[in-house]
């Protein structure tokens, strides 16, 4: 069965580094997201992406983040300066887009990301 | 405003006892889906259910079912005779969006279930 996958499963940096996040989505779909976690609340929407450009971004999504598709199926989730708060475990997930319905959205298993 | 409440923060049960998860949402909206996840001690976001908010029927999935009230802006889940796999943290959500582009999931913040043996 088709999945979501993400690398690194786990990243160390150091604050004020720059991070890339790499998702492959499943293969024929096309919206895609990224969500976080912090350690033991709940999971956060930060952006999703359509048709290569960003649809909605939260609050959270601000001018430190990026995403890209650089390739037909690579994802990546940029922070170019990474700070202590950043770190949380970062989910990648993608849905079809059948006929202008929201479908449902497959979770890749997550990068956790440490800033020390 | 969108929110769900899952005000059970923390469940115990053992072996075979049956167990509901309640999840309570606001939206403004006529339209939208409802969803539950499971998040085992690995970390991942396994999906469970979807559910629009024009189907208010009942879904039964094995030991798995949930129950869907829009009088009351409900979408409970219940475990039949639980198992200790079963134990994770289960994470109810809510989008807006229908007839529309992907949209967003507003997550509860989820209920850790914990099955003894």
């Known amino acids: 069965e088709p999945e979501v996958t993400q690398t690194p499963s786990h990243q160390v940096t150091q604050m004020g580094q720059e991070v890339i996040l790499r998702c492959v989505p499943i293969?024929?779909?096309?919206?895609f997201y990224w969500y976080r976690q912090i350690l033991g609340q709940k999971v956060e929407f930060l952006v999703s992406f359509y048709n290569n450009e960003i649809s909605e971004k939260s609050e959270i999504f601000d001018d430190q983040f990026s995403v890209e598709r650089p390739d037909g199926s690579n994802f990546t989730l940029k922070i170019r300066s990474t700070k202590l708060e950043d770190s949380a475990m970062y989910f990648c997930?993608?849905?079809?887009?059948?006929?202008?319905?929201?479908?449902?959205?497959?979770f890749g298993p997550g990068t956790r990301l440490t800033v020390l | 405003a969108q929110k769900v409440t899952q005000a059970q923060t923390e469940i115990s049960v053992v072996e075979k006892e049956d167990v509901t998860l309640d999840c309570v949402y606001e939206?403004?909206?006529?339209?939208?889906?409802l969803f539950w996840y499971k998040q085992p001690p690995s970390g991942e976001l396994v999906f469970l259910i979807r559910?629009?908010?024009?189907?208010?029927q009942n879904e039964i999935s094995g030991r798995y079912s949930w129950n869907f009230q829009k009088s009351t802006s409900s979408f409970n889940f219940t475990i039949t005779a639980s198992q200790v796999v079963d134990s994770a943290v289960y994470f109810c959500?809510?989008?807006?969006?229908?007839?529309?582009?992907?949209?967003?999931?507003?997550f509860g913040q989820g209920t850790e279930l914990s099955v003894k043996p």
């Open positions: 959500a809510l989008s807006e969006t229908f007839y529309n582009q992907g949209g967003k999931l507003i």
């Open positions: 939206t403004r909206d006529t339209t939208y889906y």
């Open positions: 559910r629009n908010s024009f189907d208010e």
């Open positions: 997930a993608s849905s079809p887009f059948l006929a202008g319905i929201t479908d449902t959205q497959y």
């Open positions: 293969s024929n779909h096309l919206y």
